[in-house]
């Protein structure tokens, strides 16, 4: 591992407006924006023809006005859809945005972006290269002189790898939902600097033991303050947050 990962902020927008606006959509990454967040998340995946796209599901049904499995549909399809009005009428016409889009959009409004990877499952091994490939590609373009500024993370250890080929100077985190027992061989085998995990699996000892290997930390879905005062406490560097009304960048997490 190189140098220690610091997060530039300690909380994190969820899929980029948490529940307060589409998610994965550029008004997602704006609204986190006005909300005062500085730091967001959103998901990759590859539409027909390999182009990254922010999309988190395989299908289209639960966000979007189309249907069927996303790579079947071309990234100029998928802009034609409405991935708005599920959530807000005041955000419909609201498209299906590709990943250059997004990464623009963070670079102009000075947010630092954790940009998971997100391969389609039924695609096996060869799609979570393909997408951990491209999504790298594209943050070296957008980030490649401020690496500290996006970070890479992924469930698929396939992904990350291909990442860590495509561009290795784009830093990269290991999710787990359950951190397995051999967390730290997983996570020096690929070079990553963090790991990311759900918070409801990590412990205050468990949380030590990873901050003094020299990993970053950050949990999700924090919504309570005083569920993240806990984290933080505990050596937990960042939390990302569905709930962006209740949690700000105030006391006690500046």
């Not at 290269?129 to 943050?139: D, M, N």
């Not at 690496?147 to 290795?168: I, M, N, T, V, W």
């Not at 290997?213 to 937990?236: I, K, Q």
Request: proline share 5%; charged share 20%; glycine share 8%.
């Amino acid at each position: 591992m190189g140098a220690r990962f610091i997060y530039p902020h300690r909380l994190i927008a969820h899929r980029g407006g948490g529940t307060l606006a589409p998610e994965n959509t550029l008004a997602a990454i704006r609204e986190g924006h006005a909300r005062g967040y500085r730091a967001v998340e959103f998901d990759v995946m590859l539409a027909k023809g390999d182009v990254p796209v922010l999309m988190h599901d395989d299908t289209l049904e639960r966000t979007t006005s189309g249907r069927g499995a996303l790579p079947a549909f071309t990234a100029t399809q998928l802009a034609a859809l409405d991935a708005g009005s599920w959530k807000d009428a005041r955000f419909a016409g609201e498209p299906v945005p590709q990943f250059e889009a997004a990464a623009q959009l963070c670079v102009a409004l000075g947010m630092f972006a954790n940009v998971e990877i997100k391969p389609y499952a039924p695609g096996g091994d060869a799609v979570a290269r393909a997408t951990g490939h491209v999504a790298a590609l594209v943050s070296q373009r957008f980030w490649g002189n401020r690496a500290g500024e996006a970070l890479l993370s992924s469930f698929s250890s396939q992904a990350l790898d291909a990442a860590r080929c495509a561009a290795p100077a784009i830093p990269r985190a290991h999710l787990f939902d359950a951190i397995p027992d051999d967390w730290d061989m997983q996570l020096d085998h690929l070079d990553c600097v963090a790991l990311h995990c759900n918070a409801k699996c990590l412990t205050a000892e468990l949380a030590n033991r990873i901050k003094r290997a020299g990993y970053g930390l950050m949990c999700w879905t924090v919504n309570d303050p005083d569920e993240a005062a806990r984290l933080f406490s505990w050596g937990v560097d960042a939390v990302c947050a569905d709930r962006l009304d209740l949690l700000t960048e105030v006391a006690p997490f500046v």
